[in-house]
Structures are given as C-alpha cells and as structure tokens.
C-alpha cells in the first residue's frame, strides 16, 4: 500500500521530473531480463538530489513511524536499498546491515552484512518492487537468522498482482511511497505522457502478472 495519496503523487513527480523514471510507450527500453518495456526506473539518481534525498528519507522514516513499526535496527536489500536504509537507519539512529541476493562465494559467506540479533525488530529497505522476489529473499534470509520483521519500505512498485500476492503469502507488510498508477496519473497531469499512451501503460503491467 501507498503511505500517502498526495506523497505518492509528489514522489512520483519528482521521480519524473529527474528522470529516475522513464515513460516511453513508443520507443520501448530493453530489461536485463530481455522484457521490452514502456517503463525505465532507477531509483539510485534519486541519491544525486540532496533534496530529493532528503523528502524520499523524511517520508520513508515517518511511514515507519506511523505505522508503528517500532524498530530496533533497519536492514538494505542489495545492491539499490543499500544507500537509502543508510540513510534512514541514520535519521531514526539505529543500526544497519544489508542482505545480499545469495551468500558469498569466498571469505566469511555471508549473505547478511552487518551484525543482526535473534529477534530483532528490523524494518527492511527496497529503492523498487517489481515481481517482489528478491526483496523477499532478503526477508526470508533474515528470518532465518532470527529476526522479527516488522514490514518493507520502499520507494516505488510496479503493483504487480504477482508481487502482491508474494507478500501477503510471506506475511510482509509493505509501504511504498508511490506506485506504478500514481505514477501514470501524474505523468498525465503534467503532460508528459497523452492520454493514448495510457492505455499502452496499463496493458504493460497487465501482461507482467
């Protein structure tokens, strides 16, 4: 679920308005994946914006907070959550540790890094929710170790009924502070897509299901 109506729509304007997101319905970007696609997002030039930075970290601590989330230390998932639970375990003053996709092939293995105690309440970090499964990984690797997850927080989600129904079975909350349809919404309002490019939006994310 979105944190704020009016925050998802401001995230999603400053998101546009540095490019962090990209809309091209005609002239579509190519995934790691191979995915032909209309959408382009990459939340890390958001850190190149001190106040954009900053509006992203100041909303993301104060969903946490009126969610009653209690934490006792934040976790990153790598390699994009890194940076931004950073930032936010400095604001709320507690502890940090990232969780790697897999553990390490050499030295000590880890796939968590950073120290993290048997049930410790940890909020943990996303920059992007896509199909959720690597942000789930990092949950589920920090279940192993013990530790009481109290939800995920991330800055934008594609709204993937794949991915919401991924965290519903893993019994994760998950607040994002805009989403792939305010993100259209906006986009429209500003003129920076035509009303016939919505549609051409829209059916994307409905063949990723």
């Known amino acids: 679920m979105i944190y704020n109506k009016d925050i998802a729509l401001k995230t999603a304007e400053l998101l546009l308005k540095i490019k962090a997101v990209k809309l091209s319905p005609k002239d579509l970007f190519t995934w790691a994946s191979g995915i032909k696609s ?5 939340n890390r030039i958001t850190l190149s ?15 946490i907070q009126e969610n ?30 990232y969780v790697r996709s897999e553990k390490k092939e050499h030295g000590l293995t880890n796939q968590i890094e950073g120290e993290v105690r048997q049930g410790q309440r940890i909020v943990v970090v996303e920059d992007l929710i896509s199909t959720g499964g690597s942000s789930l990984t990092a949950v589920q690797a920090l279940r192993q170790a013990g530790c009481n997850i109290k939800g995920m927080v991330a800055i934008f989600t594609y709204n993937l009924l794949k991915a919401d129904q991924a965290f519903k079975d893993t019994d994760c909350t998950l607040i994002t502070l805009t989403d792939y349809d305010h993100l259209l919404m906006k986009a429209l309002e ?4 035509a009303d016939a490019d919505v549609k051409v939006l829209q059916d994307f994310k409905k063949s990723l299901r």
């Open 190 to 193: 500003i003129g920076y897509i």
């Open 68 to 97: 009653n989330f209690e934490p006792e230390a934040i976790a990153g998932v790598a390699t994009g959550g890194i940076a931004q639970g950073a930032l936010i375990a400095q604001e709320l003053g507690l502890p940090f540790a």
């Open 38 to 42: 209309p959408i382009y997002c990459d």
């Open 49 to 63: 914006y001190p106040e954009i930075r900053t509006f992203i970290r100041q909303n993301i601590v104060r969903a």
